[in-house]
C-alpha cells in the first residue's frame, strides 16, 4: 500500500458528505478546498482506482496522472461523478484501507 498524504478519516469525511450533497455542497466545497494539492491529487486517484480507471498497483501513475490533468477545482471536478462516495470506497478498499472504519473514525 502506498503512504498516503490524505489521511483515511479525510475520505471517510468526504464519503460521508458525498452522499448528500444537495444539503451539505458548501461543506464538501470548502472542506476539499481546504486540503492541499497533494491531498487533493490523493483524493482523484483514489476516486479513479474506486471506479476501474487505474489498478491500486498503478497508484503512482494515478497519482502522477491527477496532478498533470488538474485543471478545474477539485470539488467541482469529483462533485461531477455521480457515484463518488461508492468510488472513494473502493478505492481505500483496493488500497488495503478499511473505509468503514475511515467512515466510523468521522465521529
Same mark, same amino acid.
Given at each position: ?7 483515511? #478519516?479525510? #475520505? ?11 444539503? #451539505? =455542497? !458548501? ?25 476501474? !480507471? ?7 501513475? !494515478?497519482? !502522477? ?34 473505509? =468503514? =472504519?475511515? =467512515?466510523?473514525? #468521522?465521529?
Amino acid at each position: 500500500m502506498p503512504a498516503l498524504e490524505i489521511s483515511p #478519516v479525510k #475520505v471517510g469525511q468526504i464519503i460521508i458528505l458525498a452522499r448528500d450533497p444537495g444539503r #451539505v =455542497e !458548501a461543506e464538501l466545497d470548502e472542506f476539499i478546498a481546504a486540503m492541499n494539492e497533494d491531498e487533493q491529487a490523493e483524493l482523484v486517484a483514489l476516486m479513479w482506482i474506486g471506479r476501474g !480507471a487505474f489498478e491500486a498497483d498503478d497508484w503512482d501513475e !494515478a497519482l !502522477a496522472t491527477a496532478r498533470g490533468q488538474a485543471t478545474t477545482p477539485t470539488a467541482d471536478y469529483l462533485k461531477g461523478s455521480p457515484h463518488l462516495a461508492d468510488h472513494l470506497e473502493a478505492g481505500l478498499d483496493a488500497l488495503g484501507i478499511d473505509p =468503514e =472504519e475511515a =467512515e466510523d473514525a #468521522v465521529y
